[in-house]
């Protein structure tokens, strides 16, 4: 047995119960293979123990599935598919899984319960969440958990964006939103890996963990280069520019790179610890 266990952010496993796929990895003394849901909310906090006080770590977005270990008293513990992070999410968040085609190109789009802009939205979902559609007709989309979404703010799930940098621009003056990934609100690492995954790039959740998996160190910062703090992470956006959802804006914003680096290092966040370029 390794004497370091793996990270329980990224590997679901506990004391009592563990993904069976961790079987001589962890000492567990039940592992269960899981149950695949998928989210039929507008967005699901995953939480770090299962109460409603507990820490949001991240959130699950529309459409986006999670690998289920254990259900008890409303809460499901598993694992998201989309990054693997490991959680607790209510357990009335979930629905049969469906097929992904789509996702939400747009910011926010309503789903609908009729095929008509004037009916009763049913639900607001973010960029980035994805739909099941089966048939389009007259401009919408219906969807596989009922409902219509307008199609000109979709596309295919293998369409993909050419500019991280100017996807991310969109969400400035976004709330910042610690665990948030929806477009009402998203934490600093949440910005990067909605911006790397519009474009196709692989991006794990948190920042420490998208420093060790992406790119490669430059000396030499430019356009669309990502940088780390310790716990903080950006864009460079421009000739000493940087695109960040951060705390001191409390949103998205974009601002000089040299004076956010010396206000961050002012605040005890530290210098720059690596830039990296994809």
Avoid at 131 to 159: N, P
Avoid at 205 to 217: E, F, I, Y
């Amino acid at each position: 047995m390794p004497s370091q266990k793996p990270d329980p952010r990224l590997n679901p496993w506990r004391d009592d119960l563990a993904a069976a796929h961790l079987r001589g990895e962890v000492a567990a003394p039940k592992f269960v293979d899981g149950v695949v849901k998928q989210i039929n909310a507008p967005v699901a906090t995953l939480r770090r123990s299962p109460a409603d006080g507990a820490m949001q770590d991240s959130q699950l977005l529309y459409g986006e599935t999670f690998r289920i270990f254990e259900v008890k008293n409303g809460w499901a513990w598993g694992q998201a598919e989309a990054d693997d992070y490991v959680g607790y999410v209510p357990d009335n968040a979930f629905d049969a899984p469906h097929a992904v085609t789509h996702k939400l190109a747009a910011q926010r789009s309503f789903i609908y319960r009729d095929r008509d802009i004037k009916s009763r939205p049913l639900m607001a979902v973010s960029f980035g969440a994805k739909l099941s559609v089966v048939a389009e007709q007259s401009g919408f989309a219906e969807l596989a958990h009922g409902g219509f979404l307008y199609a000109r703010h979709m596309v295919a799930v293998d369409e993909f964006e050419q500019d991280p940098v100017a996807v991310a621009r969109r969400f400035i003056g976004a709330p910042y939103f610690w665990g948030g990934r929806e477009a009402t609100g998203l934490d600093c690492s949440a910005l990067v890996q909605a911006a790397l995954w519009a474009c196709g790039f692989a991006c794990p959740r948190d920042s420490d963990m998208q420093q060790a998996a992406l790119g490669q160190k430059t000396d030499t910062p430019a356009y669309g280069d990502i940088v780390f703090w310790k716990g903080h992470v950006g864009f460079i956006s421009g000739d000493n520019l940087l695109l960040h959802a951060n705390a001191h804006h409390m949103a998205v914003a974009e601002e000089p790179f040299d004076a956010a680096c010396a206000r961050i290092k002012a605040a005890n966040g530290g210098a720059v610890t690596v830039i990296k370029r994809l």
